[in-house]
């Protein structure tokens, strides 16, 4: 049974984002190792808490996420 678990920055992804985001990556999954497997196929998405990602020393937060994606809010 494959086990895909995605970290995300909270406050980043809205919950429609995160069930496109699993359908999508079991569909990939799928498609690559065998129909059977998709009721097999667990997709977890995880929301870090702000400030507790680490990139080069320096925190990575959720208003720096939104950011560098144009400060397009969640679903957008």
Do not use: H
């Not at 995300?8 to 990556?25: C, F, P, S, T």
């Not at 196929?41 to 939104?66: A, F, K, N, Y």
Request: hydrophobic fraction near 40%; proline fraction near 5%.
């Amino acid at each position: 049974m494959p086990y895909i678990n995605c970290r995300v920055m909270e406050g980043v992804l809205d919950e429609d984002q995160k069930a496109e985001i699993a359908e999508r990556i079991t569909e990939t999954f799928a498609s690559v190792v065998g129909e059977p497997v998709r009721g097999l196929t667990w997709v977890v998405i995880d929301d870090m808490s702000s400030g507790q990602l680490t990139i080069g020393g320096r925190p990575i937060t959720t208003e720096g996420v939104t950011e560098i994606l144009g400060g397009a809010p969640a679903g957008a």
